[in-house]
Nanobody, 120 residues
Framework: QVQLVESGGGLVQAGGSLRLSCVAS????????MNWLRQVPGKQRDLVALISRDGFIDYAEDVKGRFTVSRDNAKNTMYLQMDSLKPEDTAVYYC??????????????WGQGTQVTVSS
């Protein structure tokens, strides 16, 4: 079994920073692309950033220049450094990844989510 656990959310004032972490655990053979998504009540879950196993990165337009995604493959961990936060960044942030287990089966895995609240 494989799982993802996010941490690092919280309450911050506009203009502040937070760093989210997403740790994968279990019988992991390899992790392909890892994604950060966010969701506000009543809206769909939107992609914020992604990073492939070999380092390809992409961001949603509204976070470019403010958010930085990275990963440490040795630690099976992905990070999201969020700077210059705005009230509209308030959401539940989810980690998602395709994880290959020791049986070489690929699982679409989601974390439980972490709340980020930016006050004005």
């Amino acid at each position: 079994q494989v799982q993802l656990v996010e941490s690092g959310g919280g309450l911050v004032q506009a203009g502040g920073s937070l760093r989210l972490s997403c740790v994968a655990s279990g019988t992991i053979f390899g992790i392909n692309t890892m994604n950060w998504l966010r969701q506000v009540p009543g809206k769909q879950r939107d992609l914020v950033a992604l990073i492939s196993r070999d380092g390809f990165i992409d961001y949603a337009e509204d976070v470019k220049g403010r958010f930085t995604v990275s990963r440490d493959n040795a630690k099976n961990t992905m990070y999201l450094q969020m700077d210059s936060l705005k009230p509209e960044d308030t959401a539940v942030y989810y980690c998602n990844a395709d994880i290959e287990d020791w049986s070489r089966r690929i699982h679409d895995v989601w974390g439980q989510g972490t709340q980020v609240t930016v006050s004005s």
